[in-house]
């Protein structure tokens, strides 16, 4: 099949990160190793407004037989609009959308947005390759995992899995997401480096803060890649795309101490000139004076920390399992080695407070 995977653009303008969308990489690779032909349009890249995609939609209306869209919950109304657009000029088109909305609300995508044919729930790099297979052969969507679909009017939201060897899935498609191509935008509010791409090397979160869907998203089992691999992806980012920082996107990424120490070293030895940030956020409990050095000492400089209050019972009722004391003691911690924490936090509460004004 022809395929093309799209990242909307926010079309209330808000546009606060512009990076890669790994996810759209991820399900390109998996793609092009069963044999498809596939691109990747970043809507929000190039600020394009919905008049601008249907104009490129319907010169290419018989250029595709699937499109993917990325759908988090804040791009609801983009994609409702986008998928109806496609429908409108070729309803042969295929639509299938996955993403963090789908994930946790598949039944209510499908049943919302009646232009959407499928939703893939959670990870894809299998399911998705198999979809398209079931299409090809006449439309058995039963035995695939991951997968809400319709049929003869009723949604039928498939049983899920998590994929348990991260080694298996190739590296996002880079030649398509084409990371020396963005602008120089930060994911936070500033950057260290001029280029910049964003990687993750684990999936899962196994704490259970109520009011966040980390785990029901990516489970609550920690898998990791091998470092190697993951050390191979950032050569190439660098040698080939002259990204000179990366930013981790992990929701766990320090629960391992020793996998992140080993990363450390790995990124020391191997004397990589890459420097580094967490904006997804780490855990504080997670952290101690030998970690941050090491962290720093091997290109660190920047990590969020998600507070989120500062009354004891407060943080008692999310679950966040820590305590006020606690807080102080790490942050006093981290400002001795990272400096730039508490001025990514000054700046973020001064950004937010204008955005609301």
Known sequence: MNIL?????????????????????????????????????????????LNRFKTKISKLKYAFDLIGFYFASS?????YQYSQLVKDINDKIIIVVGGPHPTVEPLGTLKDIRN??????????????????????????????NLAWRQNGRIIVNERKFLDDLDKISMPAWHLLKPDTYPLA??????KKKRLAPVVLTRGCPFGCNFCAAST???????????????????????????????????????????????????????????????????????????????????????????ESGVQRILDFMKRNTSIEKIKEKIDLVKK??????LDFLL????EKLLWI
């Open 75 to 79: 791009y609801y109304s983009s994609v």
């Open 217 to 307: 998203i990516s489970g609550r089992e920690v898998r990791r890649r091998d470092l190697k691999n993951v050390i191979e992806e950032i050569f190439l980012l660098k040698l080939k795309y002259n990204v000179e920082e990366i930013h981790i996107m992990d929701d766990a990424f320090t629960v391992d101490k020793d996998y992140v120490k080993l990363f450390c070293n790995m990124l020391i030895e191997e004397k990589m000139g890459i420097t580094w940030a967490c904006p997804s956020g780490v855990r504080l409990d997670t952290l101690d004076k030998k970690l941050i050095q090491l962290m720093e000492g091997s290109g660190c400089y920047s990590i969020s920390v998600g507070i």
């Open 116 to 145: 959407i044919d499928f939703a893939i729930i959670g990870e894809g790099e299998e399911a998705f390759p198999e979809l398209i297979e079931a299409i090809e052969r006449g439309g058995k969507f039963e035995g695939i995992y």
């Open 348 to 351: 973020w509460d001064i950004q």
């Open 186 to 191: 930060p994911n936070t509010v500033f950057i």
């Open 5 to 49: 995977l799209v990242n909307p653009n926010d079309l209330y303008g808000r546009r606060y990160v512009i990076l890669p969308n790994l996810g759209l990489g991820y399900i390109a690779a998996a793609l092009e190793s069963s044999g498809h032909k596939v691109e990747i349009w970043d809507e929000l890249k190039k600020n394009e407004n």
């Open 337 to 342: 080695f990272l400096q730039y924490v508490s």
